[in-house]
């Protein structure tokens, strides 16, 4: 057992046993080795469910929006990642902070459970993709911080080269590689279910008297739907990359979030959503300075 895993439980036991929470939301070992889904406790004795491993991956933030729980202090375990989700649901006034009792943990990277499920071998497992370019790996926000912090990735000017490659493409290759990943789109919207910013409490495309989306699960309404959602999280997208991460067509999510985060920051200037809580998203207020080439 890792010292964190130990640290989390202890601590979890206490909070629990004093009353000062009500629910901990961290991770817990699944079937497989390789895997380590979300977990609530609401008993001090169900402490020692609580584990942190390389499998840990879950963004935590979001199952602060599940109304099951009611009143009460919730303590969370947060990464990078986690935190700069919470904050995200802070600032779009979908959650209080006085609520949440976060926990940090710093995280080194975490491994891909999906190439661990192919190999027996546990020491051959990558970094998942989604922590690969990660440049907050200690908690950007915390009650009390467990463990020390890690070195954090530096900013690369390369951080959009993926994005770049697509820019350079011919207009009509650019549309064929989008329209062949939209093909395999199921609309299962599992993307927008794990977003932290992903966070109305009615989505525009469950209201199907208004109509925004056709039922028909094809390329024109499955574009239309990753245009809009990408639209939606525009300034205000945490890149933690679970909307990628859960797709089970593979589609490439993040490559479209990112080229819009590189859009706005060439427009309005570099910013990185959920760091800060009195900073608005680029596109959630307006300055005189800002940039009118569409007049």
């Known amino acids: 057992m890792s010292d964190i895993t130990a640290k989390m ?10 009353g000062e929470v009500k629910w901990v939301l961290g991770w817990e070992k699944g079937t497989f080795p390789y895997q380590s889904p979300p977990v609530c ?8 469910r609580l ?3 390389d499998y840990c991956l879950n963004n935590l933030a979001i199952y602060l929006l599940d109304d099951r729980y009611g009143e009460g202090k919730i303590a969370l375990f947060v990464k990078g990642c986690d935190s700069r989700g919470v904050q995200r649901l802070i600032q779009d006034k979908q959650f209080p902070r006085e609520r949440v009792y976060l926990i940090g943990i710093p995280c080194p990277g975490l491994k891909d459970p999906a190439v661990a499920a192919k190999t027996a071998v546990d020491g051959q497992v990558p970094v998942a993709a989604k922590c690969q370019a990660c440049t907050h790996r200690n908690p950007v926000v915390y009650d009390v911080l467990l463990g020390k912090p890690v070195p954090e990735l530096e900013k690369t000017a390369d951080r959009f080269a993926d994005v770049q490659e697509l820019e350079a493409m011919p207009v009509e290759e650019r549309y064929a590689f ?5 093909d395999r789109c199921i609309r299962c ?3 927008r279910n794990v977003c932290p910013a992903c966070n109305c409490r ?4 469950d209201q199907p008297v208004v109509g925004w989306l056709q039922k028909s699960v094809d390329r024109s309404q499955n574009q239309y739907y990753g245009l809009v959602r990408a639209f939606h999280v525009a300034g205000r997208c945490i890149e933690c ?3 990628e991460r859960v797709c089970p067509m593979d589609v490439p999510i993040m490559k479209l979030n990112r080229k819009v985060i590189k859009d706005i920051n060439e427009l309005f200037g570099p910013y990185e959503a959920g760091l800060d809580v009195e900073q608005l998203p680029p596109l959630g207020h307006f300055s005189i300075d800002d940039p009118e080439e569409f007049f």
């Open 241 to 243: 990359g679970e909307c």
């Open 178 to 182: 989008w329209a062949a990943h939209y």
């Open 41 to 48: 406790i609401t008993k001090s004795t169900d402490a020692d």
């Open 202 to 205: 009615e989505c525009c495309f």
């Open 51 to 53: 584990v942190w491993d």
């Open 189 to 191: 919207f599992a993307c």
């Open 9 to 18: 439980r202890a601590m979890a036991k206490e909070l629990l046993e004093k």
